[in-house]
Structures are given as C-alpha cells and as structure tokens.
C-alpha cells in the first residue's frame, strides 16, 4: 500500500534531499571557488571589451589630433547650431561610440572656464567616411562627464 505524504512532508524531504546534494558538492566546488573567480573575472573584462565593439561607448581620452581635425572640420556646424561664434574651439577629452559609423562625443573648450560638448557621426569608409554634425549641449564644465546625447 502506497504511503501519502502531506505537501508538508513532500516539502521537507525535497528540501532534505537538496542540502545532502549540496553538501556533498560543496566540497569540489569549494576547490573550484578560485577558479571560478578568475573565469567570473575574465569573463566581465571580456563582456566590458564586447560592450564597446557593439556599441557601447568607450572611456573618456585625451584628445589628439584627430579629434582635434574633426572638430576643425564641423566648427561652423556647431556655431550655425548654437547661434553663436566661438572664441576658441579646442578638443579636450571624448569618448567614441561604434555604431554603422562612430559617433564621437567631445568636451571643447571654447572659452576661458567655457566647454560645450559636442556630438558629431563619422559615416563608414564606403560612404566616404563624412561628417556630421549632431548635437550640442551648451554650459558646461570642465568637470562634466561625456556621454551620450
């Protein structure tokens, strides 16, 4: 004759059942906790490198001369956009962004104590890697973080 349990009863031996499984893994998985860290580890600065390559924007760098030409380049855009002449227009620091092309977000000093940040798209180089002005955000500091806009 089959014994009924109650939902009670089936609960505790499933839960009973459970810890004696987990006991007697604990064992190997406590030798493997060091290892498992270092792929845990590996594993994020592999994701946070792929992040960047599908679109996720990159950290803040210095700018150089690239920077520096492109913002030469799409000046009169931003100036045209913000309904004002700059006394200067000097790359600071940005990020990039590859999407179908590179948006590139960049802190320009264009004053004394006066940044803006600008946003300008970099086509692909089979259409023939152009530029284009985006956006502007006005009033910044030199402590304002880049992001995207």
Known sequence: MARKF?????????????????LRVSQSVSIKLSEFQIKSDLEA?????MSQLVGGPSGVKEADAEIQDILDKTRAGFEDKAGV??????????????????????????GTDKYVHVKVFKFLPHAGET???????????????????
């Open 45 to 49: 600065v592999r994701l946070k490198r």
């Open 85 to 110: 002449k700059f006394d200067e227009f000097t790359a600071i620091s940005y990020r990039s962004q590859v999407v179908a092309g590179t948006n590139y977000f960049i802190k320009v000093k264009v």
């Open 6 to 22: 109650s939902a009670l009863q089936s609960a505790a031996v499933i839960v009973f059942l459970s810890l004696s499984l987990s």
């Open 131 to 149: 530029l284009e002005v985006k956006n502007i955000q006005l009033n910044k500091s030199l402590e304002d973080d880049i992001s995207n806009f």
